[in-house]
């Protein structure tokens, strides 16, 4: 699919296709509809980034909140989505020995209980153990920055979705 396809899409396809390129805030992909005719794929990127940024603290905390652990309950109890499962899959998640997922749920619980949203990081780009290195790492970091480092990786999350979504898919 390419962006001419994607800026000619009804805004309920537009949803329905592109909704979940930031884990369960099918709102951003909506709002940015209107922003269509994108130049490009990285000028639809920028929109959603834009939407973001512009959001205050307690929406980029909202958009964290939406995002599934890793190696967490949704993940075992196979209710993650499509995208969450392959990218936590594909980091190693669903392998973790018992110690690995002992270390991953403690760290998990340390890091929302010291600020409120869960620990996200883009797992495409990492393996098992770096992510568990991440972990332990950014809890010790303030709220403010694990906010902004959260919402970074969400973009790359995002990229790397619509990535897959528009230049392989040939949904259309
Ligand atoms: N808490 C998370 O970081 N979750 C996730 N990161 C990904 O890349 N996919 C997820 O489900």
């Known amino acids: 699919m390419n962006i001419a396809a994607v800026n000619a899409l009804p805004y309920e396809d537009f949803v329905d296709i592109l909704g979940n390129v930031v884990e369960k805030c099918p ?5 940015v509809w209107s922003g269509r005719p994108f ?9 959603i980034s834009e939407f973001i ?6 929406g980029k905390e909202g958009i964290l909140r939406c995002h599934p652990d890793l190696a967490g309950r949704d993940l075992q109890s196979g209710s993650l989505t499509r995208e969450s ?41 990492h393996d098992k153990e770096n992510i568990l290195r991440q972990l332990s790492k950014r809890c010790q970091n303030e709220r403010a920055l694990e906010r902004a ?23 259309l």
Request: aromatic residues 4%; hydrophobic residues 45%.
């Open 27 to 31: 709102i951003i992909t909506a709002a």
């Open 39 to 47: 130049l490009s794929l990285a000028a639809l990127e920028a929109a």
């Open 53 to 58: 940024d512009a959001l205050p603290e307690s």
């Open 85 to 125: 499962h392959e990218e936590q899959a594909g980091s190693g998640m669903g392998a973790l020995n018992s110690g690995e997922a002992s270390r991953m749920a403690r760290l998990n619980q340390e890091y929302k209980g010291r600020f409120g949203f869960p620990f996200v990081i883009c797992a495409r780009m």
């Open 149 to 171: 480092r959260g919402i970074e990786e969400v973009k790359k999350i995002c990229h790397l979705r619509l990535q897959s979504l528009v230049l392989t898919a040939n949904r």
